[in-house]
């Protein structure tokens, strides 16, 4: 006997949809179970060491216009340059990763964390005190991943083998988080027009 299986087309998937944050960030999309906060939500779980630094941001359009459903994670150091998932010895009071819903009235994203300090390079070479930055919003397919590096820390930025090796280097300042007040930085992500943040293919 002959079967007629029907087949089905593959799902649309140019948008990132509603789903990402009911199932990443159910409390901020206002389910508020199974977790009393979302994942990622608190970095700084106890006495961690170094600075206390505050990253707040809008992700930006094309058009000008504030993207308010964006998600999104961030990834660090802890304040000695070691990273939580590949050393023992790192800060067991900070997580080094981060996961925020923008604001849905305000598109702002805020993270409360500690200063980075240099990681090694493959090379052996220090990088600059930096911020792994994933955001995925409507119209993203796949999540972009960028920089955050900090404006008070010139020389080391001067020195950073990532930042060497963007051929524009006119487009650097994309990747410079903005100083605001005391241990505030404000990183803006732009996804397109002629600032756009620099996207890194990883």
């Keep these: 006997m002959v079967q007629n299986h029907r087949i089905l087309k593959e799902s649309p998937s140019q948008t990132a949809g509603p789903y990402v944050h009911i199932g990443c960030t159910p409390n901020a999309a206002g389910i508020g179970k199974p977790w009393a906060e979302d994942l990622g939500a608190t970095m700084i779980t106890g006495a961690a060491e170094g600075s206390r630094i505050r990253i707040v941001g809008n992700v930006i359009d094309g058009t000008d216009g504030i993207v308010r459903d964006a998600m999104v994670e961030i990834f660090q150091a802890d304040a000695q340059g070691r990273l939580k998932s590949a050393d023992e010895a790192a800060d067991p009071h900070f997580t080094g990763w981060g996961r925020c819903a923008c604001d849905l009235k305000t598109g702002v994203y805020s993270f409360d964390t500690v200063k980075p300090g240099r990681l090694p390079w493959v090379d052996g070479k220090l990088?600059?005190?930096?911020?792994?930055?994933?955001?995925?919003?409507?119209?993203?397919?796949?999540?972009?991943?960028?920089?955050?590096?900090?404006?008070?820390?010139?020389?080391a930025n001067a020195e950073d083998p990532v930042l060497k090796r963007i051929e524009h280097a006119h487009r650097i300042p994309t990747l410079i988080a903005r100083a605001e007040g005391e241990g505030t930085y404000r990183f803006d992500i732009r996804l397109q027009g002629g600032d756009e943040t620099v996207f890194f293919d990883m």
């Design 127 to 155: 990088q600059a005190p930096h911020v792994t930055v994933w955001v995925v919003a409507r119209g993203i397919n796949i999540g972009l991943h960028t920089r955050l590096y900090f404006p008070d820390e010139e020389a």
